[in-house]
C-alpha cells in the first residue's frame, strides 16, 4: 500500500480555554495520531485596546481588557490546563503563545510552520450575533490560505461532523497495487 499526496506533518490548533476548543484539540488529536503528526497549539493573547477620547484632539488611550495578572494566569493555564490533552496524548506537540488578534495570529503561525491542517473550535452563534460579535472561526474559514477544520459545540449532533474550508488540498489517499 502506498500513500499519494503530501504527508501530514503538522496541525496547528487554535486554543481559547473554551468548551469549542477542547472539543477542537481532541479531534486534532484524533487526526494527528494515526498520521503521527504534530500538534503546534497557540493561543492568541489578548492584546490591549486603543480608545480615541477628547474630540479635538483625537488623543488615544490603551485600555487593557485584561488585568497583567490575568493574561499571565490564561497563559498558565494554556500550558498546563488546556493543552493537557496534549501533553497526555504522547503526541509531538509545541505551545506558543503570541499577542493579537486571534484569527490573524493563528494564521500567520499557520504560514509560518507550513501547517497542513487548522483546527478550530466553532461556537455556532450564527446570524447577527457573529456579524456583530465577530467569529474567530468564520473568519479564518473566509480568509486563511491553509485547509480549515471547524469543530461544532461537542454536545451538538453536528459534533462528528465538522466543516472544512479553505485552499484546496490533497488529503492523502491509499492505493493497493
Given at each position: 500500500m502506498?500513500?499519494?499526496g ?8 487554535g486554543?481559547?480555554?473554551?468548551e469549542h ?11 494527528a495520531?494515526?498520521?503521527k503528526a504534530e500538534?503546534v497549539?497557540v493561543f492568541a493573547?489578548?492584546a490591549a485596546q486603543?480608545?480615541?477620547y ?5 488623543e488615544?488611550?490603551v485600555?487593557?481588557?485584561f488585568?497583567?495578572?490575568e ?12 493543552c493537557?490533552?496534549?501533553v497526555?496524548?504522547g503526541l509531538?506537540?509545541?505551545m506558543i503563545?503570541?499577542?493579537g488578534?486571534p484569527?490573524?495570529?493563528i ?6 510552520e507550513?501547517?497542513?491542517l487548522v483546527?478550530?473550535g ?5 446570524g447577527?450575533?457573529?456579524?456583530l460579535?465577530?467569529?474567530v ?7 486563511c490560505t491553509?485547509p480549515?477544520?471547524?469543530v461544532?459545540n461537542p ?10 474550508s ?10 493497493t497495487?
Open positions: 502506498t500513500t499519494i503530501p504527508a501530514v506533518k503538522r496541525i496547528v490548533v486554543l481559547d480555554g473554551s476548543a477542547g472539543a477542537a484539540l481532541g479531534y486534532a488529536i484524533g487526526l495520531r494515526p498520521l500538534i497549539a493573547v489578548p486603543s480608545v480615541t477628547g474630540a479635538f484632539y483625537g488615544r488611550m485600555l487593557p481588557d488585568s497583567l495578572d493574561l499571565r494566569q490564561m497563559k498558565r493555564d494554556f500550558r498546563t490546563e488546556w493537557r490533552p496534549l497526555d496524548s509531538e506537540y509545541r503563545a503570541e499577542t488578534p484569527a490573524a495570529v494564521e500567520a503561525l499557520a504560514e509560518r507550513q501547517a497542513y483546527v478550530v466553532r461556537r455556532g452563534r450564527g447577527l450575533a457573529e456579524l460579535l465577530g467569529s472561526s468564520h473568519e479564518l474559514s473566509h480568509h491553509r480549515v477544520l471547524l461544532s454536545g451538538s449532533k453536528s459534533a462528528e461532523q465538522p466543516v472544512t479553505g485552499a484546496p488540498a490533497t488529503a492523502p489517499r491509499t492505493t497495487g
